[in-house]
């Protein structure tokens, strides 16, 4: 009796370890890579908030066109809102005019 459990309760934590892997792995896969070893943008200068961020100023090659075609507008102004959006719950990520 004693030799059936041992096996019974070596799949159960292998299938629970498992199980966990996978739910870890799908819960977390929409975080992009982390970049712990760059150093943070430059910037133009304090945020006029007075919170410690830095400006970053958003520029669109003329290469897209003049003027610049509608789809790279969006998406440019849709990306800034994003940033501006995890800004207000991460207070590390630099202010963007």
């Known amino acids: ?3 059936h459990i041992a096996p ?3 799949v ?3 299938f629970v370890v498992a199980l966990v892997l996978t739910v870890g792995k799908i819960a977390w896969s929409n975080c992009p890579e982390c970049y712990g070893d760059q150093s943070p943008m430059d910037g133009h ?3 006029p908030d007075g919170s410690g961020r830095r400006v970053v100023t958003i520029g669109i090659d003329s ?3 003049n003027p610049t075609n509608d789809g790279i507008w969006n998406a440019t102004v849709a990306a800034i809102q994003e940033w501006m959006t995890q800004e207000m719950l ?3 990520l630099p202010a963007i005019i």
């Open 1 to 3: 009796m004693l030799t």
């Open 8 to 10: 019974r309760r070596i």
């Open 12 to 14: 159960t934590v292998l």
């Open 45 to 47: 200068g304090p945020a």
């Open 63 to 65: 290469s897209w066109g």
């Open 90 to 92: 991460m207070v590390t």
